[in-house]
């Protein structure tokens, strides 16, 4: 993915574009202009403060990284439960191989290609509040990121789950839990991506950090939810398993709307997001 990365994402990373500005004045004119990056130098225990101590800070101390990070986790956890209990519901119901279990797990993968396609219509929503914004004129509204992300995780990713457990008989043919996987998938793709677009927006120049914090409970959970999957779904039994994850994502689901009526007064009293937002004059020159 490297190169379609590099040639196809424009760089938007406010420093670095000041480096490349100040370069190129540097080159084309007469002019000794540095942007603020090139001017200082960051050591070792700075570098660690940044990605360590600080992610770990606003892991404990920000209430949005920590819920939007358990909100976010329990959707890739949950995925990576899917390649154990989707095996195991299959499977015992209606008698598939390993291979035909792997290949109904696509499912998912349509459900998150739906959200694709449904991300592009909420970005609409996303960029048509700039003008509402009384915070900042002319900049969309960091809580309008939750919007498609509200239905989809109440709908799609706490419904369908409730619908594969409740579809999950041997009378009942395989397409329908099919389409509740779906389901699932759109839900988790909607969510995740909700939680990164506003943490970007809330968090600005520290959301590297934000980010990093949230992933590690993404990785927590993706590494040990899986490890109890299967004796979940044998103790609790299919139907059982898949509604206690339900009632986890439906009390998840309820994370974004408490930041969509709620989100401007926390982001007031939230430090990082005080002090967050690039400054304007970090290019700096002189004859």
Not at 104 to 132: M, N, P
Not at 238 to 254: I, Q, R, Y
Not at 255 to 274: A, D, H, N
Request: proline residues 4%; charged residues 15%.
């Amino acid at each position: 993915m490297i190169p379609v990365l590099f040639f196809g994402l424009p760089e938007v990373r406010p420093d670095v574009i000041l480096t490349q500005r100040a370069r190129h004045i540097r080159k084309t004119t007469n002019l000794e202009a540095y942007a603020k990056a090139e001017t200082e130098r960051t050591s070792a225990g700075e570098i660690l403060k940044e990605t360590l101590i600080r992610p770990s800070r606003m892991l404990c101390t920000e209430a949005v990284v920590f819920f939007f990070g358990m909100w976010s986790a329990f959707c890739i956890g949950t995925a990576f439960m899917f390649t154990q209990s989707i095996a195991q519901v299959y499977s015992g119901l209606y008698g598939w191989t390993f291979y035909e279990t792997g290949l109904v797990q696509s499912a998912l993968v349509v459900g998150e290609l739906i959200g694709v396609i449904a991300s592009l219509g909420q970005d609409r929503l996303y960029f048509a509040t700039a003008h509402k914004n009384t915070e900042t004129l002319g900049v969309p509204i960091p809580e309008a990121r939750l919007y498609l992300s509200i239905p989809a995780s109440f709908i799609g990713l706490a419904g369908g789950l409730f619908f594969f457990a409740w579809s999950s008989y041997s009378s009942i043919p395989w397409p329908v839990p099919t389409i509740a996987l779906g389901f699932v998938g759109f839900g988790m793709f909607c969510s995740t991506t909700a939680v990164t677009t506003y943490i970007l927006d809330a968090y600005k120049k520290y959301s590297a950090s934000a980010i990093a914090g949230v992933a590690f409970l993404e990785n927590v959970l993706a590494a040990f939810l899986p490890l109890a999957t299967q004796s979940m779904y044998r103790t609790l039994g299919f139907h059982w398993a898949s509604s206690l994850l339900g009632f986890l994502a439906l009390a998840l689901s309820f994370v974004p709307v408490v930041l969509w009526i709620f989100g401007r007064k926390i982001r007031e009293r939230s430090s990082f997001m005080g002090e967050s937002a690039y400054d304007n004059g970090d290019l700096r020159g002189s004859r």
